[in-house]
């Protein structure tokens, strides 16, 4: 078994353009490096200090109003709403984008209604369960890396998430 040392310093700080570097000291970077990834504990992806797009953030929102992609909401402390309005994109598969998924379609009559159609099947209409409704209370999410896939009005993207804390679907709507 290789004993534990301290990490020696890996290459010289004074490399100039030119300079060649030895295999044993690639190597030895990408052994510090796989150390480091392994560990319980391994690297974090730190905000960019000049414009925090890393930062997450969770926020408390009511509905406003329903669209297709997403939710528009003020924010809720539970007592007070605010004035501001944010767009929270709705989860990916509550999405009227959502055209087809696992062999079905789906044609929209709204963006709470929908039809479900598979060969050789009977056609469904859907609707969101439990419903948005407006004035409800929604939690959200913002900073995801790679962002939400939403567009809103305007061709502006949509920085917020619903977190589907009430754990919305596609039902079979009742008779």
Known sequence: MAELR??????????????????REWNQVADHINRQNSGVDGPRQLPNAA??????????????????????????????????QFNVARPFLLRTS?????????????????????????????????????DDEIVALKGITRGTGAI????????WQDLNIDARAWAKQAT
């Open 98 to 134: 959502n055209l087809a998924h696992n062999g079905v379609t789906f044609v929209y009559t709204d963006n709470v209604t929908r039809t479900a159609s598979k060969v050789g099947e009977d056609d469904e209409t859907q609707v969101i369960v439990p419903a948005y409704v407006v």
């Open 152 to 159: 809103g009005t305007g061709n502006t993207i949509v920085v």
């Open 6 to 23: 301290a990490t020696p310093q890996l290459i010289d700080n004074a490399l100039q353009p030119g300079d060649f570097i030895k295999a």
């Open 51 to 84: 414009d925090l797009q890393n930062v997450t953030q969770i926020g408390r929102f009511r509905i406003k109003f329903i669209e297709g992609e997403y939710l528009v909401c003020v924010e809720w402390n539970g007592a007070t709403e605010g004035t501001q």
